[in-house]
Nanobody
Framework: VQLQASGGGSVQTGGSLRLSCAASAALSRYALGWFRQAPGKEREFLAGISRNGATSYADSVKGRFTISRHNGLNTAYLQMHELKPEDTAAYYC????????????????????WGQGTLVTVSS
């Protein structure tokens, strides 16, 4: 499966962006997630959505970011509100074939597929 992330850009503090992750194949068998990596930092898990729609969020984005998926379009989304300068990073989408349909937390997992990064820059 090839994943193509898009939607990054430059916004001011408090702004919003929506990232998209389009897949080359059906995503219904995968949990989907978003990660980010800032310069000099490790890649961190942000949000995941299970095969049956359950979600999981990192504390740093809970209440500000919303993950969703549209299996018919083979696409996942990350809606981001109230962006802060510390949200500046390259954002990556991921797909993981969990055994359980309810599993959404992709932190620490051995991810099956990664998309390329899309850059988000938040200025103060």
């Amino acid at each position: 499966v090839q994943l193509q992330a898009s939607g990054g850009g430059s916004v001011q503090t408090g702004g919003s962006l929506r990232l998209s992750c389009a897949a080359s194949a059906a995503l219904s068998r995968y949990a989907l997630g978003w990660f980010r990596q800032a310069p000099g930092k490790e890649r961190e898990f942000l949000a995941g959505i299970s095969r049956n729609g359950a979600t999981s969020y990192a504390d740093s984005v809970k209440g500000r970011f919303t993950i969703s998926r549209h299996n018919g379009l083979n696409t996942a989304y990350l809606q981001m509100h109230e962006l802060k300068p510390e949200d500046t990073a390259a954002y990556y989408c991921a797909a993981e074939s969990f055994a359980r349909a309810t599993e959404a937390n992709m932190e620490g997992r051995n991810i099956d597929f990664w998309g390329q990064g899309t850059l988000v820059t938040v200025s103060s």
